[in-house]
């Protein structure tokens, strides 16, 4: 065999060991994106049902913006006012079920069809 057959041989059998190496490190490669995906649906999902069961301030629509049930806040707004109310249309002295004025943490079922929160905090479902 001549010299550059022999040159021509070894750089075949480099090229070869680069491509095996290449091939390894792909897999390697796929492997962990499979993992970091799986770990981004696992954080997503634990976000939406942290997500599920907190909420601010505002006016929501129970079973629809958010779920009946035992709510908590820890008081960090300045005079919480929350209010369950019956509906949304007319006036909303009329809607008023039940409403209070507090400073400092509160516990509450929300099971009326609305319910308004202001300065509360955020609200953490508890039950």
């Known amino acids: 065999m001549d010299e550059g057959q ?3 041989d070894q750089r075949s059998s480099e090229l070869d060991t680069r491509e095996s190496d290449l091939d390894t490190r792909e897999a390697t490669v796929a492997r962990r994106e499979t993992d970091v995906k799986a770990r981004e649906d696992a954080v997503s999902a ?3 049902a ?3 069961n907190t909420f601010g301030d505002g006016i929501y629509a129970v079973g629809t913006d958010i779920q009946p049930g ?3 806040t820890d008081g960090s707004g300045d005079s919480c006012y929350d209010a369950l109310l019956s509906g949304m ?3 909303s ?3 008023i079920i039940d ?3 507090v400073d400092g943490p509160v516990t509450l079922d929300i099971t009326s069809p609305y319910f308004e929160s202001s300065r509360c905090g955020t609200w953490t479902k508890v039950g």
């Open 50 to 52: 942290k997500d599920a």
């Open 70 to 72: 035992r709510y908590h």
């Open 6 to 8: 022999q040159a021509n």
């Open 89 to 91: 249309d007319g006036n």
């Open 99 to 101: 409403n209070n004025n």
């Open 46 to 48: 634990a976000e939406a």
């Open 93 to 95: 002295l009329d809607n």
